[in-house]
């Protein structure tokens, strides 16, 4: 094999594939810092499951349960969710990796789970439909729709819910957040835009809307529900544009250093980002 390959076919040897799919978390993570996306995605470096992750995990899961049993026509009780989330605790944890400090921090983050989970399953209205789809991994070839050039790489997803509502089919994402108020809609666009992109796609249907569904970590658990339109066509534009200068990075293998507030929320500043010279 030649060793003067360059730019995609390269990259995609050394990166063990990362050309075989684009996915909202890849990009996010690339607009907040090409070197963090290289060095989680080229270079292979994970870090620990910090507990507020591990968190929120937790809590889609007890989520997905009761989403999947309604799917069926079965109706639990939140104690059927709850006590699940009790009894796979240690399964989970350990398929994370999950290393608490101490007894108490593990008690303390499984009640929470608990609680953040009973107080939306408290909320959500009972006359809510039938789900379409939940935890719907949806993959589908990147075509843009305004002028129809395939980029020759699949966009892949998973949405959490898909609701039919009475305007039609409502995407909707669950988020764990400490605090409460309107999430920036422009901050989750790539994410919104990629699940109504998928949807489209695969079903051959317009959503109605996309709902941001936040669980809030306050002392007394709070659930907000958050509406958005359906996707318009400056929002593809929009997301076809950076896609595009997604891929051209990844072609040039160009990974620059990004300083910013994102830095306090990334595990790679401490031991990688001091020690990166460009």
């Avoid at 990844?250 to 500043?269: E, I, K, T």
Wanted: proline letters at 5%; a negative charge.
């Amino acid at each position: 094999m030649s060793t003067e390959l360059i730019g995609r076919e390269a990259f995609q040897i050394s990166a063990g594939g990362v050309w075989s799919y684009i996915s909202a978390s890849r990009i996010n993570l690339w607009l907040r810092c090409p070197l963090a996306f290289k060095l989680r995605y080229h270079d292979g470096i994970r870090t620990p499951t910090t507990p507020s992750l591990f968190l929120g995990k937790v809590v889609h899961g007890g989520l997905e349960h009761w989403y999947r049993h309604r799917q069926l026509g079965i109706a639990l009780e939140a104690a059927d969710v709850t006590r699940r989330i009790t009894e796979s605790w240690e399964e989970a944890a350990a398929n994370e990796g999950m290393a608490f400090q101490t007894p108490a921090e593990e008690t303390a983050l499984r009640n929470q789970s608990v609680d953040l989970v009973t107080a939306y399953l408290a909320q959500v209205s009972k006359d809510e439909p039938k789900p379409l789809a939940v935890e719907a991994a949806v993959e589908a070839p990147l075509v843009d729709p305004v002028n129809g050039e395939d980029l020759g790489i699949p966009l892949v997803g998973v949405m959490d819910l898909v609701l039919d509502s009475k305007e039609g089919p409502l995407i909707a994402d669950f988020k764990t957040s400490s605090r409460s108020g309107d999430p920036l809609e422009i901050s989750h666009e790539v994410q919104l835009s990629s699940y109504a992109y998928l949807f489209r796609r695969v079903s051959q249907q317009r959503e109605a809307g996309l709902e941001i569904r936040s669980v809030i970590k306050t002392k007394t658990p709070k659930v907000e529900f958050h509406r958005y339109p359906a996707r318009s066509e400056a929002h593809f534009r929009r997301l076809f544009a950076v896609v595009r200068a997604y891929l051209d990075d990844l072609d040039a293998g160009r990974f620059v250093f990004r300083p910013g507030f994102g830095c306090s929320m990334c595990d790679f500043r401490e031991d990688h980002c001091r020690t990166w010279a460009g």
